[in-house]
């Protein structure tokens, strides 16, 4: 049984940073879709960023590109959001996901495919 458990939401001032991490369990990473995604209130979830076990390319939405990074550590079974610059337009539920699949970044990241295992999501408030 696959389980995700995030963690490094909280409030944070426009232009700050943050990092968040998702401990993945019950998943070996020999074949895998990974990624971050958000939901803000009133709004659907949208992809933010994903990586895949065979596509070299990283997904990153327009608007973080250039300023936030998705990272692994396979040692630790952890994923990683680094967010730089954060706006008041990055405040969401931010909530990571992970398949044993070989899905294309930008397929896990748009709503091609539907993820299958979530986490229960870390809040993330950019506000002066």
């Known amino acids: 049984q696959v389980q995700l458990v995030e963690s490094g939401g909280t409030l944070v001032q426009p232009g700050g940073s943050l990092r968040l991490s998702c401990v993945v369990s019950?998943?070996?990473?020999?074949?895998?879709?990974i990624g971050w995604f958000r939901q803000a209130p009133g709004k659907e979830r949208e992809g933010v960023a994903c990586?895949?076990?065979?596509?070299?390319?990283?997904y990153y939405r327009d608007s973080v590109k250039g300023r936030f990074t998705i990272s692994g550590d396979i040692a630790k079974n952890t994923i990683y959001l680094q967010m730089n610059s954060l706006k008041p337009e990055d405040t969401a539920v931010y909530y990571c996901?992970?398949?044993?699949?070989?899905?294309?970044?930008?397929?896990?990241?748009?709503?091609?495919?539907?993820?299958?295992?979530w986490g229960q999501g870390t809040q993330v408030t950019v506000s002066s």
């Open positions: 996901a992970a398949d044993p699949d070989t899905w294309t970044t930008y397929s896990y990241c748009t709503g091609y495919v539907s993820p299958t295992n």
């Open positions: 019950g998943f070996t990473f020999d074949h895998y879709a």
């Open positions: 990586i895949g076990s065979s596509d070299p390319n990283t």
